[in-house]
């Protein structure tokens, strides 16, 4: 990732970047059964959190001084097919960072929101709004300590032909 590669260069490869992937389709916190909810009842492939966690412990097993640890979240757009997701994914939210901070040990770990495009559909716009109010810096009553949002790259031609939900390559890049 790009970021992975600006953090080496920044501190003049001081410090040693581990990425581990975790991350599938279907990014829903909202429901007893959403993939992401520390709390789901899904099962096998579909439980997000739990692997989560499993794969980071894993990892930081196996990485000797480690520094700390980073999470960078991408999506929600499973979310918008919920009704009145507005009302749920602020506490949702709140209550994914606040427990994958403690699952991890990590209890001022940053989260980074790679925000969407508002021009994909009018529940990404809403989404991308929702999503910023996230940032510890916003100054709205959903803000998390420690959460940065960084919106995506304006413009439809982002993403691939045909798919109105996943990035294009370049875009990727761009987004880190």
Do not use: C
């Amino acid at each position: 990732m790009a970021i992975a590669r600006r953090i080496v260069s920044l501190t003049k490869g001081a410090v040693r970047v581990v990425i581990v992937p975790v991350s599938k389709s279907t990014t829903g916190l909202l429901g007893a059964d959403a993939p992401w909810n520390p709390d789901t009842t899904a099962t096998g492939d579909n439980r997000r959190y739990p692997i989560m966690i499993s794969t980071h412990q894993a990892a930081i097993a196996q990485i000797p001084n480690r520094v700390g640890t980073m999470l960078i979240w991408s999506g929600n757009e499973y979310d918008l097919n919920v009704a009145n997701w507005q009302a749920q994914l602020p506490p949702a939210f709140r209550n994914f960072v606040t427990r994958a901070r403690a699952d991890m040990g990590q209890p001022t770990m940053p989260v980074i929101i790679l925000g969407t495009t508002a021009e994909r559909n009018a529940g990404a716009g809403q989404l991308a709004q929702m999503q910023a109010t996230f940032d510890a810096d916003s100054g709205s009553p959903n803000a998390i300590p420690g959460v940065k949002y960084l919106p995506g790259p304006q413009g439809t031609h982002w993403y691939n032909v045909g798919d109105d939900v996943h990035w294009a390559t370049e875009a990727n890049r761009i987004r880190g």
